[in-house]
């Protein structure tokens, strides 16, 4: 039976959305809001997360704070409940000083259902100050991947959020994002002091997306034919540098497609016009940095490119998932060369220690799984903690045209033995070194060398187990652990696995050679 409650909630979504019924969890998740409960909402991108504040801030007395990273975002927001009649005002370094009178005014008589601010404008004493005499009704943490250093988009001010909130008088929070992998999971709950939170995690499977990594060899070619192939259609290819955006938009226009270039560097009103022109469909490809994209809703895109590698799979995932928001079959296509991923870590020289190690490891995933010949979206998913056990997903290469399998059983016990005798507390490098026999400082101060294990692989080098290893982390044979980034540990399917041992399949993983790739 609908209760009261229920019904008022299904009227809203019709007169103010327009929509006849929620999608997926967000009636269940807008019910927890309502509720007053900590909630903690991880959604794919597109997949309708602001419904899940707004809904409860119109509903609920008092003002909704959201904070969000991105000005330009909130902006949209701020402009889209204003058209349908819904008082929501940002709070930023934007406003002039009668507009933020005006938005103090009608915030602390409870006119405003949904405040935007940014994290830097909530921090600030005088806003705290204004904050605590208004009625809160709840706090959405937006984009709460930012609060984690091991997230792709760390910003040092979402750590200072949980101070204000408190200060507040404890309201509820709802955190939201659309990337997190366990690891940032669970720093976002612990910083936000919300483990008792209600999760809700959707899958990021997109099955109308086909995934394919390519060598980038003669990549120009084939990226031309790639575009012939969809004349007409919406694309985006991004590339690393602006420069590279300049030249490949140039090559494109030279061969006769309808494109335009898109980057920071560029005036800004070029900018923009170029964004509309895609959007407008004046033209089919726009080629970019990933400036690109952010709150862009395209529906229509029908393939992605990455021309050069991205920096990390939680990157990967947000600019390929750009593709096919309607939910018709889109290709996503990345050209790869290990030269590619040289060039990224060289980006990071000047980075703290922290920050390189873990760009590092974020490339070092990238790398991996464009290597791998496993499933991509077996890889994809295990990323973010999602489990895929189908044998052919029939939309990624590697499923489609599926490499020579070899007896694993070995190989595996040999990755789990590793794993068992270093103690569960080392990364793919030093478990690499452990079983080809590389005598390390590292290997050497835990003396490992003396361990049963070590030499064991020395038939095969390093690249070769570090495949092993992945393979036998995505058979869950082993799992990461959460607390410490990059450490592997052992899963009860290994444990069980050495006592009882069965037949496994392995993949060999491409090879790319980085000869005679396209000079800069
Ligand atoms: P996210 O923040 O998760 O990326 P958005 O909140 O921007 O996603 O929503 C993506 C799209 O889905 C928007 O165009 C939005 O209007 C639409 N949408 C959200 N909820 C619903 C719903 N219940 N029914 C129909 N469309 C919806
Ligand atoms: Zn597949």
Redesign the pocket.
């Known amino acids: 039976m609908e209760t009261g409650t229920d019904m008022k909630l299904k009227e809203t979504l019709k007169r103010v959305f327009g929509?006849d019924?929620?999608?997926g969890t967000?009636e269940q998740i807008i019910q927890h809001v309502m509720d007053g409960k900590n909630t903690f909402v991880i959604?794919p991108?597109?997949?309708?997360?602001?419904?899940c504040y707004q809904l409860p801030a119109i509903t609920k007395e008092g003002t909704a704070i959201v904070i969000s990273p991105l000005i330009a975002l909130m902006k949209n927001q701020v402009d889209q409940m204003n058209a349908v009649g819904i008082n929501a005002r940002f709070l930023n370094s934007t406003l002039s000083k009668s507009e933020m009178t005006r938005v103090k005014k009608e915030t602390l008589s409870g006119e405003v259902k949904l405040l935007y601010v940014a994290p830097e404008s909530l921090t600030k004493e005088s806003n705290v100050e204004f904050l605590k005499k208004s009625r809160i009704s709840f706090v959405a943490v937006d984009e709460a991947h930012c609060i984690s250093e091991w997230g792709h988009d760390f910003r040092p001010e979402y750590r200072r959020i949980k101070a204000i909130i408190k200060d507040l008088g404890d309201v509820p929070i709802v955190a939201l994002t659309?990337t997190a992998t366990p690891k940032v999971q669970l720093d976002i709950m612990k910083n936000l002091e919300m483990e008792n939170a209600s999760v809700f995690q959707s899958s990021f499977n997109r099955t109308n997306l086909m995934y394919e990594v390519k060598p980038k060899k003669q990549a120009k070619k084939q990226l031309i034919k790639l575009v012939k192939e969809h004349k007409g259609e919406s694309g985006i290819i991004y590339c690393l540098s602006r420069k590279k955006v300049e030249e490949i938009a140039e090559f494109l226009k030279v061969n006769g497609v309808n494109v335009a270039p898109y980057h920071a560097g560029m005036d800004s009103a070029v900018r923009m016009r170029n964004q509309d022109a895609f959007l407008n469909e004046d033209v089919d490809v726009v080629v970019a940095t990933i400036a690109f994209g952010m709150g862009i809703?395209k529906p229509d895109v029908r393939y992605v490119v990455h021309y050069d590698a991205p920096k990390s799979i939680e990157g990967y995932y947000q600019e390929t998932g750009r593709a096919g928001r309607d939910g018709i079959m889109s290709k996503v296509v990345m050209f790869y060369s290990y030269n590619d991923i040289l060039k990224l870590e060289k980006f990071n020289k000047d980075k703290s220690v922290t920050e390189r190690e873990n760009a590092k490891y974020l490339l070092e995933e990238m790398a991996l799984y464009a290597e791998s010949a496993v499933c991509r979206r077996k890889q994809l998913l295990h990323y973010f903690g999602e489990e895929w056990h189908k044998e052919n997903c029939e939309a990624c290469d590697n499923c489609l045209h599926p490499r020579e399998r070899f007896d694993g059983e070995e190989l595996v016990t040999k990755v789990i033995e590793a794993v068992r005798q270093t103690e569960e507390r080392f990364n793919l490098n030093h478990i690499s070194n452990v079983l080809v026999g590389k005598k390390t400082e590292h290997v050497l101060s835990y003396s490992h060398d003396k361990l049963k294990i070590f030499g064991a692989g020395k038939d095969h080098d390093e690249h070769f187990w570090k495949s092993i290893i992945r393979q036998t982390l995505l058979n869950e044979f082993i799992a990461k652990d959460i607390e410490n980034p990059g450490v592997f540990k052992l899963a009860q399917k290994g444990i069980d696995f050495l006592i009882d041992p069965f037949k496994v399949e392995l993949v060999k993983d491409h090879e790319y050679e980085t000869e005679g790739e396209e000079e800069e």
């Open positions: 929509y019924t929620f999608r967000q959604m991108t597109g997949a309708g997360k602001s419904l659309a809703d």
